[in-house]
């Protein structure tokens, strides 16, 4: 996908991580979410492609457990956030269980969560 607004940054993260300069990690939550936003963009043709790539790559994938909707549900308590951001909750939580604090997102929705550096 040759997005105008961020394919030239992402690119140059996920070529940071593949060489070695950055960690990167994701999970199944977020990689659920991409595989719909595919399907909703009718792009089938990357599936695989893009499947076959998380495969070889240096990324690592962390599970999506029930503990981490109930450390989402914590956190969302103690910070006063709303429902609305459930998977951006989630996200939070399993940064929290892998001791990661920055993220790589264009979503201005981790800006409000404490604990949670946005980088991009």
Partial sequence: MNDPTFAARALKILSGIEEG?????TSTLALAQVFSHLKTR???DVVDRF?????????GVTETT??????????????????SAWDDLVLAAQMKRLGVDEIYSNDADFDRMKGTKRIF
Avoid: H, M
Avoid at 51 to 59: Q, R, T, V
């Fill in 21 to 25: 300069k950055e960690t990167g990690w």
């Fill in 42 to 44: 009718g792009r089938y």
């Fill in 51 to 59: 499947y076959d790539y998380l495969e070889g790559s240096p990324i």
């Fill in 66 to 83: 029930l503990d981490d909707l109930a450390e989402a549900r914590k956190i969302r308590e103690e910070q006063g956030q709303s429902w």
